[in-house]
């Protein structure tokens, strides 16, 4: 009933930024919460942050605390990553559901076909 659709990734050198939007196509994620994951060659997908329907709670993985800001309105949730290294260099998706405890496990129903993010050393 609500796909995601991300975009903004790219190649960025280290130290750079990105912003990643992930959009709601159908209906819109006002009543969602709504992470992020990510992906790289030959790891395991991991939770990045996520943010509940109020967006009153996030949740950031240690890896990207301080350097990571997700944010929200009804129709956009976004991610902001500053002082991008090589190691955050992965498919980015994202993920949205009814259940905050669901979504910042990467758990969330309903999922985005993922956007690349590379950076350059």
């Known amino acids: 009933q609500v796909q995601p659709v991300e975009s903004g990734g790219g190649l960025v050198q280290a130290g750079g930024s990105l912003r990643l939007s992930c959009a709601a196509s159908?209906?819109?994620?006002?009543?969602?919460?709504v992470g992020w994951c990510r992906q790289a060659p030959g790891k395991e997908r991991e939770f990045v942050a996520g943010?509940?329907?109020?967006?009153?709670d996030t949740d950031y993985a240690d890896s990207v605390k301080g350097r990571f800001t997700i944010s929200r309105d009804d129709a956009t949730v976004y991610l902001q990553m500053n002082s991008l290294k090589p190691e955050d260099t992965a498919v980015y998706y994202c993920?949205?559901?009814?259940?905050?405890?669901?979504?910042?496990?990467?758990?969330?129903?309903?999922w985005g076909q993922g956007t690349q993010v590379t950076v350059s050393s």
């Open positions: 159908g209906r819109t994620f006002s009543n969602y919460a």
């Open positions: 993920n949205a559901g009814q259940n905050f405890g669901m979504v910042i496990l990467g758990a969330g129903d309903y």
């Open positions: 943010i509940s329907r109020s967006a009153t």
